[in-house]
C-alpha cells in the first residue's frame, strides 16, 4: 500500500494533463471573492526534483512537461504556479498537485492534504508552510470533513491505483463523498491502461452524476512496455470555462499519437 513513490513519474504527460485542468479549475474558483477549501486525497511530496535520480531512471518527465511546456502561456495558471515554484525551488523543480494548489490559493483558503507515506508527509510539510497536512487514509479524512468549512471548495482525489481493487472502490467513495457534499467540486483523475483495467470504473463514473464532465488523453508509452498509454480526469461541478480547456488541452494531446 506504501510502495508507491511519484518522484519516479512527476512531471510526465499525465501530470501535465491533470495539473493543467486543475490549475485552471482553482484560477476560476479564486476569481470570486469568498473562501474556498481545497481537499487532496493522495498527495504524495508536492515538490519533486526533475535532476534527480528517480526522474532520470523513468524518462518520464523528459517525455511530459519537458516537451509539453510551450503548450502554455506564461499567464496560464498552470505555467506560474510552474514558475513561482522553480523561482523559490530551483529550475529542475516540478509541483505536484498540493503545491500547484498551495501557489495558486489566497490567504483566506484553506488547503489540506493527505498521505499515508511517513516521508511523503514530511515533505508535504515542507512544502506547503500553513497547510493542514494529514498523516491519514485520504478518502476516510474526506469522509470525516465533508462537507468542509468553507463548503465551496475543490477536491482531488488522485490514487496510485497501486492496489487494483481502487477501481472498484473509488466510485463508491465518490458517491458517497457526493452526496455529504453536493456544492464541491470533486476530481478523479484515473490512468487509461492497455490492460483495460480503467474501463469498468470509468463506466459506473459515467453513469453515476448528471452533468459530470470527462476529459482523457492518449500518448505514447515514455518506454517500451509501458502500461500507461492516457489519462483521464472525471469532474462533478465543473467550474465554467473547464470543458473549454480540457478540449483545446485535449487538441494537443492528440498531436501526440503515433
Not at 89 to 100: E, F, L, N, V
Not at 112 to 130: F, M
Not at 153 to 171: H, Q, R, T, W
Not at 223 to 245: F, K, Q, Y
Request: charged share 20%.
Amino acid at each position: 500500500m506504501l510502495s508507491y513513490q511519484h518522484a519516479y513519474h512527476a512531471g510526465n504527460a499525465a501530470d501535465v494533463h491533470k495539473h493543467a485542468l486543475l490549475a485552471v479549475a482553482l484560477e476560476y474558483m479564486t476569481r470570486k471573492a469568498k473562501p474556498l477549501t481545497y481537499l487532496e486525497t493522495h498527495g504524495g511530496r508536492a515538490l519533486y526534483d526533475l535532476a534527480g535520480a528517480e526522474a532520470a531512471k523513468t524518462g518520464e518527465a523528459a517525455a511530459g512537461i519537458a516537451k509539453m511546456q510551450g503548450w502554455f502561456e506564461a499567464d496560464h495558471p498552470y505555467a506560474r504556479a510552474l514558475s513561482e515554484t522553480r523561482n523559490e525551488a530551483g529550475p529542475d523543480a516540478y509541483p505536484g498537485s498540493p503545491r500547484i494548489a498551495w501557489e495558486l490559493l489566497r490567504e483566506a483558503d484553506r488547503l489540506i492534504v493527505a498521505e499515508r507515506h511517513p516521508r511523503e508527509v514530511a515533505a508535504l510539510r515542507e512544502a506547503l508552510p500553513g497547510a493542514e497536512v494529514h498523516a491519514a487514509d485520504g478518502p476516510a479524512l474526506a469522509m470525516s470533513l465533508a462537507p468542509p468549512t468553507p463548503r465551496r471548495g475543490f477536491a482531488l482525489v488522485d490514487p496510485s491505483y497501486e492496489v487494483k481493487s481502487e477501481f472498484a472502490e473509488i466510485p463508491r467513495f465518490l458517491a458517497k463523498l457526493h452526496r455529504k457534499w453536493p456544492v464541491g467540486v470533486i476530481m478523479l483523475w484515473y490512468p487509461i491502461l492497455t490492460s483495460g483495467a480503467e474501463r469498468e470504473m470509468v463506466a459506473r463514473l459515467d453513469a453515476m452524476v448528471e452533468g459530470a464532465v470527462f476529459s482523457e488523453v492518449r500518448f505514447p508509452p515514455a518506454r517500451p512496455g509501458h502500461g500507461m498509454i492516457g489519462s483521464g480526469l472525471w469532474l462533478v461541478n465543473p467550474p465554467w470555462g473547464w470543458a473549454e480547456a480540457a478540449a483545446g488541452l485535449e487538441a494537443r494531446f492528440a498531436g501526440l499519437a503515433p
